[in-house]
């Protein structure tokens, strides 16, 4: 049978040593590429980093399969057998402009099941972790179930993406909802924006178009301590393929879904 929690443990240890690596890299110059668009970056540290992981993850158990967002991982089709969901640096974009606010997303899925999920904000040595159905962690100290918070009180974390034209949501949904909640950030690292939602420093994020390994750990953290995860028409997150976002505590979730989101067509 499988040892989660010598797997966690294990995957802890890398997770921590990759943080050093970055933060020791942090000096050096970076070379800084583009992919989708001229705003999509990816770094020499980003591709070390997934590499780090899948030498670590492979020589644990070869049976092991890796999605990584940088491509050097195996091509996932089916949730079939056990999944390691891994985006090495989440918030590429601070990383090289701000030197903060970036995180290592690693989450472990067994035949669709969540297993495992971390979320490490790594200048603010944040550690964040979840074992489902054994609770979810900030730093080894338990999170508290969230508490019910209704709209009017609620900070939404929200990003420009929903103005960019294949992702468009139309401005008369969001305007009514920013109006609405008490405030809204922008972070520009979903992890961490996840992990914030899981600890109720935010209480809701929407976003209309994430990868599974943006939201793998941080879905996986959220329902732990109550919350609710799904795409904008309320349908599960799909884990194979990318996919619109709406989390929050469950009044916040509920409000968004049924007072703004009950005519939204998109994805
Ligand atoms: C990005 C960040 C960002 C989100 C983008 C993601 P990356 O991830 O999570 O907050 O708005 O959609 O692609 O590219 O920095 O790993
Ligand atoms: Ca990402
Ligand atoms: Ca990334």
């Keep these: 049978m499988t040892n989660w929690i010598n797997i966690a ?7 921590l040593e990759a943080g050093q690596r970055i933060r020791d890299s942090l000096n050096e110059e970076l070379l800084i590429e583009t992919k989708s668009d001229a705003n999509d970056l990816v770094t020499n540290i980003d591709k070390d980093t997934e590499k780090f992981f899948i030498e670590k993850i492979k020589q644990y158990n070869l049976e ?9 991982g195996d091509r996932i089709v089916s949730l079939d057998g056990v999944i390691w969901i891994l985006d090495p640096i989440d918030g590429t974009m601070n990383f090289v402009h701000q030197k903060r606010n970036f995180a290592i997303s690693l989450a472990v899925y067994e035949n669709g099941e969540g297993r495992l999920g971390i979320i490490y904000d790594v200048m603010a040595d944040d550690f964040y972790h979840v074992i489902p159905g054994s609770g979810a962690f900030l730093n080894d ?22 103005i960019t034209p294949n992702k468009r949501i139309d401005y008369q949904i969001l305007s009514p909802l920013v109006k609405t909640v008490r405030g809204t950030r922008s972070y520009g690292a979903a992890a961490i924006e996840l992990a914030y939602v899981a600890t109720g420093r935010l209480d809701g994020y929407i976003t209309m178009r994430l990868n599974p390994w943006d939201y793998a750990a941080g879905k996986l953290l959220i329902e732990e301590v109550g919350g609710k995860t799904s795409n904008l028409k309320g349908e599960p997150l799909s884990l194979l393929n990318p996919s619109s976002l709406l989390v ?18 998109g994805k």
């Design 64 to 72: 092991f399969k890796i999605m990584g967002e940088e491509g050097f």
């Design 9 to 15: 443990q294990a995957a802890k240890e890398w997770v």
């Design 141 to 162: 100290i338990r999170l508290n179930t969230l508490k019910d918070v209704t709209l009017e009180k609620a900070i939404i974390g929200l990003n420009a993406t929903w």
């Design 248 to 265: 929050g505590g469950p009044t916040v979730y509920d409000e968004i879904r049924e007072n703004y989101l009950k005519d939204y067509q």
